[in-house]
């Protein structure tokens, strides 16, 4: 069982004694206790696959009632909910551990001139997050934080003049940037590095960097407002293969699903095999650094319940993607008191120079998928597809989910 554990059991053992601490913390919540009554000593890796996992709501309901605070400085809170949630609220101490990131994982250094293009405020961490690594490299930093439509073509020019070395955001967000640079023909020869989080890192950036930044390679982070960073990669490692870092212990569980337990005495939420919703593996990694890898692949809740039928919202994005002409898709769900009465797929058109023929793969679409075609049998037309120039994102987060869901009137 230990072998399903990013850390053998000479490491990770004699430092279980903070997940005993956060396993204390969590039998102190009310609505938690019964469900940890039976676990009371996890001195070894067996046991603590024992333990029952953690759930969002389950870490909700114990933050309500811990509302940790930090040792030293301030504590910021964060929002803690995803793309199209509501916000949650999440805890850590200024410099958001940074620290230790930083101490296994230096993507900037002194020369770079780096933006950090996360939007920035409205309970979302990232922003600040990548400004404690900047801080800690050295670097100079321009936050630039969210930017309009509107305003793309005289901010690249401003990058390009400063010869901007770096740039970090969601996948969603650097994908508007390159695809304007690209629409616009404007080129950042300067620029060499892509930090990201928070997202899948999307194909499409490759083919709009080849062309814009030739020179820039991906340096991803994967993790949460939950566990904040918990691996890192580098431009040797695939994008969906991350390096766990020390004071993190991944575990995948025999269906693939991966969860997260802290091993940093200074983490404020109680994460103890917390599950992102995230499936995984542990594996090699093609860079050749030893020791267990974290593959992603890919989130267990991309399949939506429409009128009893399970919609695979990924593999339905997947195919609108293929289509010449959509830079990417996203499936809007539109329900009324919990049934399903729509789905929409939204074309993103932006800076591909074709237009997709929406209704031919609108019929292709409904066509090929059962759940569609059976589910909307006797109203078809509660099925559309439609190009856009802007897919809906998260105005706090900056995100762009590949499913939104929508209450209808």
Same mark, same amino acid.
């Given at each position: 069982?230990?072998?399903?554990?990013?850390?053998?059991?000479?490491?990770?053992?004699?430092?279980?004694?903070?997940?005993?601490?956060?396993?204390?913390?969590?039998?102190?919540?009310?609505?938690?206790?019964?469900?940890?009554?039976?676990?009371?000593?996890?001195?070894?890796?067996?046991?603590?696959?024992?333990?029952?996992?953690?759930?969002?709501?389950?870490?909700?309901?114990?933050? +309500?009632?811990?509302?940790?605070?930090?040792?030293?400085?301030?504590?910021?809170?964060?929002?803690?909910?995803?793309?199209?949630?509501?916000?949650?609220?999440?805890?850590?101490?200024?410099?958001?551990?940074?620290?230790?990131?930083?101490?296994?994982?230096?993507?900037?250094?002194?020369?770079?001139?780096?933006?950090?293009?996360?939007?920035?405020?409205?309970?979302?961490?990232?922003?600040?997050?990548?400004?404690?690594?900047?801080?800690?490299?050295?670097?100079?930093?321009?936050?630039?934080?969210?930017?309009?439509?509107?305003?793309?073509?005289?901010?690249?020019?401003?990058?390009?003049?400063?010869?901007?070395?770096?740039?970090?955001?969601?996948?969603?967000?650097?994908?508007?940037?390159?695809?304007? +640079?690209?629409?616009?023909?404007?080129?950042?020869?300067?620029?060499?590095?892509?930090?990201?989080?928070?997202?899948?890192?999307?194909?499409?950036?490759?083919?709009?960097?080849?062309?814009?930044?030739?020179?820039?390679?991906?340096?991803?982070?994967?993790?949460?407002?939950?566990?904040?960073?918990?691996?890192?990669?580098?431009?040797?490692?695939?994008?969906?293969?991350?390096?766990?870092?020390?004071?993190?212990?991944?575990?995948?569980?025999?269906?693939?699903?991966?969860?997260?337990?802290?091993?940093?005495?200074?983490?404020?939420?109680?994460?103890?095999?917390?599950?992102?919703?995230?499936?995984?593996?542990?594996?090699?990694?093609?860079?050749?650094?030893?020791?267990?890898?974290?593959?992603?692949?890919?989130?267990?809740?991309?399949?939506?319940?429409?009128?009893?039928?399970?919609?695979?919202?990924?593999?339905?994005?997947?195919?609108?993607?293929?289509?010449?002409?959509?830079?990417?898709?996203?499936?809007?769900?539109?329900?009324?008191?919990?049934?399903?009465?729509?789905?929409?797929?939204?074309?993103?058109?932006?800076?591909?120079?074709?237009?997709?023929?929406?209704?031919?793969?609108?019929?292709?679409?409904?066509?090929?998928?059962?759940?569609?075609?059976?589910?909307?049998?006797?109203?078809?037309?509660?099925?559309?597809?439609?190009?856009?120039?802007?897919?809906?994102?998260?105005?706090?987060?900056?995100?762009?989910?590949?499913?939104?869901?929508?209450?209808?009137?």
């Amino acid at each position: 069982m230990t072998a399903s554990f990013s850390l053998p059991p000479e490491a990770a053992e004699p430092r279980l004694h903070v997940a005993r601490r956060t396993l204390e913390r969590l039998r102190s919540v009310p609505d938690l206790a019964p469900r940890y009554a039976s676990h009371v000593n996890v001195h070894t890796l067996d046991r603590l696959a024992t333990l029952p996992p953690l759930a969002k709501d389950d870490l909700n309901t114990a933050l +309500a009632h811990l509302e940790p605070a930090a040792d030293q400085a301030a504590t910021w809170l964060f929002q803690s909910g995803g793309s199209t949630g509501a916000p949650q609220v999440g805890y850590a101490p200024t410099g958001f551990y940074m620290a230790g990131v930083h101490a296994h994982w230096q993507p900037l250094d002194r020369t770079d001139v780096f933006v950090n293009a996360w939007g920035a405020g409205r309970m979302w961490g990232a922003h600040f997050l990548a400004a404690a690594l900047a801080d800690l490299s050295g670097c100079r930093i321009i936050a630039l934080g969210s930017v309009a439509a509107e305003e793309y073509g005289d901010w690249l020019a401003f990058l390009a003049t400063r010869r901007v070395t770096a740039i970090g955001g969601t996948p969603s967000v650097l994908r508007l940037w390159f695809a304007h +640079a690209r629409a616009a023909g404007i080129r950042l020869p300067s620029l060499r590095k892509v930090l990201w989080l928070g997202e899948a890192w999307q194909p499409q950036l490759d083919e709009d960097l080849a062309v814009v930044a030739p020179e820039a390679r991906r340096w991803g982070m994967f993790g949460s407002t939950e566990t904040w960073v918990v691996a890192t990669n580098t431009p040797d490692c695939p994008a969906d293969t991350f390096h766990p870092l020390p004071d993190q212990l991944v575990h995948a569980d025999a269906g693939g699903l991966l969860d997260f337990t802290t091993l940093n005495p200074e983490m404020l939420n109680p994460v103890l095999r917390y599950r992102t919703g995230d499936a995984g593996e542990l594996t090699d990694c093609p860079c050749g650094r030893p020791g267990p890898a974290m593959r992603v692949l890919g989130r267990r809740d991309n399949v939506v319940q429409v009128r009893g039928l399970g919609l695979d919202v990924a593999e339905l994005i997947a195919r609108a993607e293929r289509e010449p002409g959509v830079a990417r898709a996203q499936v809007v769900l539109t329900e009324q008191r919990g049934r399903a009465t729509g789905v929409e797929v939204l074309l993103l058109t932006g800076g591909t120079g074709a237009t997709p023929d929406a209704e031919r793969l609108r019929k292709e679409l409904f066509s090929a998928t059962f759940t569609l075609s059976t589910a909307f049998q006797h109203d078809p037309e509660s099925f559309r597809v439609r190009p856009v120039e802007e897919l809906i994102s998260n105005g706090r987060t900056g995100k762009t989910a590949g499913l939104v869901l929508r209450e209808g009137a």
